[in-house]
Nanobody, 115 residues
Framework: QVQLVESGGGLVPPGASLRPSCAASGIISRLNVMAWYRQAPGKQRELVALITTGGSTNYADSVKGRFTISREQETNTLYLQMNRLKPEDAAVYYC?????????WGQGTQVTVSS
């Protein structure tokens, strides 16, 4: 009932920035928490950052100080500002949205960090 579409990934050199976005559509009420996850080849999917409707945020230790999650509530768009990207940040980044009883996933956007 909720569709999440990520965009804005790409190939960038170390130290560069990207700002992928996630557009939510469908029945979008009560999406209290939205989050970014990432999964690199051979690794488990990990939580990168989350944000609540009230604006509270949490970040993985590996991205604290470099990434900023934000939510544009009127357009139901989630963003992840990624600064000072490192090769270890390379992964498929997935948008996640949660209602009190349901969770939804996007298809992911590829982020590659390489010289």
């Amino acid at each position: 009932q909720v569709q999440l579409v990520e965009s804005g990934g790409g190939l960038v050199p170390p130290g560069a920035s990207l700002r992928p976005s996630c557009a939510a559509s469908g029945i979008i009420s009560r999406l209290n928490v939205m989050a970014w996850y990432r999964q690199a080849p051979g690794k488990q999917r990990e939580l990168v950052a989350l944000i609540t409707t009230g604006g509270s945020t949490n970040y993985a230790d590996s991205v604290k100080g470099r990434f900023t999650i934000s939510r544009e509530q009127e357009t139901n768009t989630l963003y992840l500002q990624m600064n000072r990207l490192k090769p270890e940040d390379a992964a498929v980044y997935y948008c996640n949205a949660a209602r009190p009883t349901k969770m939804y996933w996007g298809q992911g956007t590829q982020v590659t960090v390489s010289s």
